[in-house]
Nanobody, 122 residues
Framework: QVRLVESGGGSVQAGGSLRLSCAVSGTAYCMGWFRQAPGKEREGVAAFAQIGPWTVYADSVKGRFTITKDNAKNLLYLQMTSLKPEDSAMYYC??????????????????WGQGTQVTVSS
């Protein structure tokens, strides 16, 4: 079992930055950040795998967002810079326990957090 608790969301003006955190209880081979805006489908934003480590980003956030993991603190981060109004959404972290594969930006993760809201105003 893995429990995930996100924090760090908030309201920011366009061009600003936020850092989201996800506290992880347990060990996950692969973790990801997703977002969902009202009326839209959930979108994979970034993923991180312990082996490598390996990271992948959605084209919409590449160069602006960075996913990292502090293994000592068991925290997953999403550093978001140059934020745009279209980045506004509920952000979720997710975990996949089985080693050897990673769902990457698909939604096939086993565990999900409750989400943290990010609002970017123009």
């Amino acid at each position: 079992q893995v429990r995930l608790v996100e924090s760090g969301g908030g309201s920011v003006q366009a061009g600003g930055s936020l850092r989201l955190s996800c506290a992880v209880s347990g060990t996950a081979y692969c973790m990801g950040w997703f977002r969902q805006a009202p009326g839209k489908e959930r979108e994979g934003v970034a993923a991180f795998a312990q082996i490598g480590p390996w990271t992948v980003y959605a084209d919409s956030v590449k160069g602006r967002f960075t996913i990292t993991k502090d293994n000592a603190k068991n925290l997953l981060y999403l550093q978001m810079t140059s934020l745009k109004p279209e980045d506004s959404a509920m952000y979720y972290c997710a975990a996949f326990l089985r080693s050897g594969s990673c769902p990457s930006l698909s939604s096939d993760y086993e565990y999900w957090g409750q989400g943290t809201q990010v609002t970017v105003s123009s």
